[in-house]
Structures are given as C-alpha cells and as structure tokens.
C-alpha cells in the first residue's frame, strides 16, 4: 500500500484518520471473530444503505469513464457487488434476524446519511476522477483493514465472510486498477478529489465510531 502517486499522497494527507479506521476495534473485533451479532447487526444494517448509493456511484463511474476499457473493468466489480456481496447481506440478515423493513428502508445514522449524500455529490459530479476519489477510499480502506488479519478466519460467516469479500485476489487487483486510474486522472481536478477523499475517510473512520456511541 506504499509508494508514489497521487492516490498515495492523498492517503497520507489523512493518515491519522485512514490509520483509526483500519485499526479500529471494531475491525479487532470482526478479524477476531468476537464482534456481537447485535454489533454486526447495526452495522450491517446501515451498510446496506451505503451500498445503495455505492451502486449508483460505480454507476455513474461507468458512465463518465473515458474509456470502454475502464467501464469494463468497472462493471465487473459491479456485478460481484450485487451478486456475492448481496446475498452475502441477505444471508447475514437471515442469520441476524433482520426483518425485511430494516433491509430495506431502516433509520439513518447521521454518518450513513452524510456518507450517501458524499457519493451522491460526487456522482452528480459528472466527473470519472472525482467518482474514483470515492470509490479508492471505501475499497483501498477495506482491502487495507481486511488484509490486516494473521490468525485463521473466525468460525461464523458473518465475520469470515465479510472479511474474505474484501481480501481475495480478484479484489486486491481491482484495488490497485482503481488507484491506477485516480493516479492517472486525479492530478487535473487535484483540489476536488483531495477534498472528497478527505471527506470519505473521516466518514470511515465515523460509520466504525458510530457502532460503540
Ligand atoms: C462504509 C463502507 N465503506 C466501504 C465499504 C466497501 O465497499 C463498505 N462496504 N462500507
């Protein structure tokens, strides 16, 4: 995860709060297999509403792409999200006892409603590289907090499962493709992308706080 570039410089910029998120107790917790069904629950819960308008974002990435070879590569990842992914969330609503109300229309958090409200921002951008500046963020944070584990995977799916969705080889590679692309196109819109990816990385680090408020 070191190195030059553009997606590197803009990770340093907010080290402290990249750092707090990717080594936050509820990530100790998770990789431990120890985080409370109630915990991954509540989280899990309002993740799902994240994910909603993480689609639209990766929709509007592939919309303003500049090339059909990124749009690809892009929908790609897309389709992993609302195949594995999704029914990952359902299968863990089912074993957490999520009712189909809370599936699909819950109670915000505030820090779920301002991290939409970001991703929608930035896909009303019109924008490939400010799209990115988000998109980096959620991955390139998840890879870096699911790839922290040295013990075995936790016993129950909820945890395994969620950890080995962003640790694996087809993941990682898109990771480092999506920074790839910000390092190649951020630098002309340096300003707005340092501000969202700024933005994106507190929101991190509060959807974690948010779970022992
Ligand atoms: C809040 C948040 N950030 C990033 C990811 C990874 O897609 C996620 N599932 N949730």
Same mark, same amino acid.
């Given at each position: 995860m070191t190195g030059t570039g553009f997606s590197e410089a803009?990770? &340093?910029?907010? %080290? =402290?709060?990249?750092? %707090?998120a990717? #080594?936050?107790r509820f990530v100790d917790a998770m990789l431990a297999g120890t985080a409370e069904p109630a915990r991954m629950r509540a989280y899990l819960v309002q993740d799902y509403q994240f994910i909603d308008r993480f689609v639209a974002l990766l929709g509007a990435a592939i919309a303003s792409a500049d090339s059909y070879a990124s &749009?690809? &590569?892009?929908?790609g990842f897309l389709a992993m999200i609302v195949s594995d992914e999704n029914t990952? +969330? /359902? #299968?863990a609503f089912d074993a957490l006892g999520v009712p189909e109300a809370e599936r699909a229309a819950p109670a915000l958090s505030e820090t779920t409603r301002a +991290? /939409? %409200?970001l991703m &929608?921002?930035?896909?009303e951008s019109r924008s490939y590289a400010q799209a990115l500046s988000v998109l980096v963020v959620a991955e390139w944070l998840y890879l870096s907090w699911a790839t922290r584990r040295s013990g075995p995977l936790p016993p129950d799916f909820v945890h395994a499962e969620w950890i080995t969705l962003h640790d694996n080889d087809f +993941? #990682? $590679?898109f990771v480092g493709w999506l920074r790839? =692309?910000?390092? #190649?196109? $951020?630098? %002309? =819109?340096e300003a707005a992308c340092a501000a969202l990816f700024r933005r994106a990385v507190r929101l991190e680090r509060r959807f974690f706080d948010d779970l022992y408020a």
């Open positions: 803009l990770r &340093r910029a907010c %080290a =402290e709060d990249w750092n %707090a990717i #080594r936050h &749009r690809l &590569r892009l929908s990952y +969330f /359902q #299968r +991290f /939409q %409200a &929608r921002e930035a896909a +993941f #990682r $590679g790839a =692309e910000l390092d #190649r196109v $951020g630098p %002309a =819109e």
